[in-house]
Structures are given as structure tokens and as C-alpha cells.
Nanobody, 121 residues
Framework: QVQLVESGGGLVQPGGSLRLSCVVSGSISGINAMGWYRQAPGKERELVATVTSGGRTNYADSVKGRFTISRDNAKNTVYLQMNSLKPEDTAVYYC???????????????WGQGTQVTVSS
């Protein structure tokens, strides 16, 4: 069974940094894009950043210049380095991967369980 497991969330002061990690486990034939999304209380889930299998990245305007997404294809892992954090970055952060399990017939989107990031003094 395919699982996406996030880690690295926590409480940080404004201006601080955190690094999120997401590992994809299970039997997989391939992974296309991977990404991070977030959902703040009372708001809809929104895209934070994505990275293709070839390394092309895309960022929400609100995080450009502060966050960096990267991936290690050999480890089936995606990272999100978050710098200069602001209180408005507070949210549950979810990992997403478009992947093909060996038990399936094609690519589908899979989600992690989420990790809380709180930016507060």
C-alpha cells in the first residue's frame, strides 16, 4: 500500500525556518510531479509549490523567494525548505504526489496526512 508520510512541522517564531520532508513508501512504478499544499483554518487548501520529475518548480506568489521545493528521486522524497516564515504561513501542510502504484493501472494523486506548521511569537 502506498503511503506519503510528512515530517518536520512544528512551532517557529516569525522570521524562522523549517524544513518539511515527505517520503513515499510502497511499491511504485513511477512518480510524476510532487508538491506541497496547505490549508489554514477556515480556508480552502491551496498550492504552495510543485516540482516535476525533471526538477521544474512552481511556487505560489505568496511564498516565492522564501520557500524552496526539491526532491530526491532515488529516495522518493520531496522537501520544502521554508525561510523567513510569517504568521500567515500557519497552516496544515500536505504532501501530494502523482504516482503509479504497481497494483494500479495508471497515475493518480495521493496525499499525506498533513503536518502542522505554526508561526507565532
Amino acid at each position: 500500500q502506498v503511503q506519503l508520510v510528512e515530517s518536520g512541522g512544528g512551532l517557529v517564531q516569525p522570521g524562522g525556518s523549517l524544513r518539511l520532508s515527505c517520503v513515499v513508501s510502497g511499491s511504485i512504478s513511477g512518480i510524476n510531479a510532487m508538491g506541497w499544499y496547505r490549508q489554514a483554518p477556515g480556508k480552502e487548501r491551496e498550492l504552495v509549490a510543485t516540482v516535476t520529475s525533471g526538477g521544474r518548480t512552481n511556487y505560489a506568489d505568496s511564498v516565492k523567494g522564501r520557500f524552496t521545493i526539491s526532491r530526491d528521486n532515488a529516495k522518493n522524497t520531496v522537501y520544502l525548505q521554508m525561510n523567513s516564515l510569517k504568521p500567515e504561513d500557519t497552516a496544515v501542510y500536505y504532501c501530494n504526489a502523482n504516482l503509479w502504484p504497481t497494483t494500479a493501472r495508471g497515475f493518480n494523486d495521493y496525499w499525506g496526512q498533513g503536518t502542522q506548521v505554526t508561526v507565532s511569537s
